[in-house]
């Protein structure tokens, strides 16, 4: 069922930018993909998702390469409050039922410098 | 901003007992999900509800779980008899739409901790 791989941690200088990367080589051509974030044991917070394309929002930018294999998550100036758990997700459609489940990996822990 | 909600956040219950989890998802959604994290583990999927009954659900979830929306904001999920390897942190989470052909996000709960002893 595994279909992101992600590094287990990160480090990242306050006021840089942090670029966390995902792999999922596995996706499907109408799977999309989801970052959210997890705040100690808080229940994981919408980041961004995108398809096929770029996307960028207030919070974050996510990059998808061109054969969509591999994505990365841009937050461009990183806080302390940014630091989480980041989770890759890719989003599983059921076709029959016209539901949808999302798959998490296991995550990258991001801790921000002062 | 709305938000869902779980009752309680943190649940001690003894083995072979059963247990109730309590969300109140955000008022115009109508799809609804459980999703359960062991500590140290990631986040899995258990099931799916829409239009009062289970669309989908995973390999965990057996006959000793049961969802139920009794009235027209509670969604519920039910341990029959609990397990030790029940004790899990339980999100609740919903979805404006379904997601077919449209990229609305599910929402979380803060979450309720289930301790089984």
């Known amino acids: 069922d595994a279909k992101t791989t992600q590094p287990p941690s990160m480090d990242c200088a306050e006021g840089r930018a942090a670029n966390l990367p995902c792999n999922h080589s596995t996706i499907s051509g109408n799977e999309y993909v989801y970052w959210y974030r997890q705040i100690h044991s808080q229940g994981p917070q919408y980041i961004i998702h995108g398809l096929k394309n770029n996307e960028t929002n207030e919070m974050a930018s996510l990059i998808i390469t061109e054969d969509r294999k591999s994505s990365t998550l841009i937050l461009p100036h990183a806080t302390l409050r940014d630091t989480a758990v980041y989770y890759c997700?890719?989003?599983?459609?059921?076709?029959?039922?016209?539901?949808?489940?999302?798959?998490f990996g296991t995550g990258t822990r991001l801790k921000v410098l002062a | 901003e709305p938000e869902v909600t779980q009752t309680p956040s943190h649940q001690v219950t003894q083995m072979g007992q059963e247990v109730i989890l309590r969300c109140v998802p955000i008022s115009n959604h109508l799809y609804f999900y459980w999703y359960r994290q062991i500590l140290g583990q990631k986040v899995e999927f258990l099931v799916s509800?829409?239009?009062?009954?289970?669309?989908?659900k995973s390999e965990i979830f057996d006959d000793q779980f049961s969802v139920e929306r009794p009235d027209g904001s509670n969604f519920t999920l039910k341990i029959r008899s609990t397990k030790l390897e029940d004790s899990a942190m339980y999100f609740c989470?919903?979805?404006?739409?379904?997601?077919?052909?449209?990229?609305?996000?599910?929402?979380f709960g803060p979450g309720t901790r289930l301790t089984v002893t």
């Open positions: 997700i890719v989003r599983v459609e059921y076709m029959a039922s016209g539901t949808y489940k999302y798959i």
């Open positions: 989470a919903s979805s404006r739409t379904s997601g077919l052909y449209s990229s609305y996000e599910q929402y």
């Open positions: 509800f829409y239009n009062n009954e289970i669309s989908e």
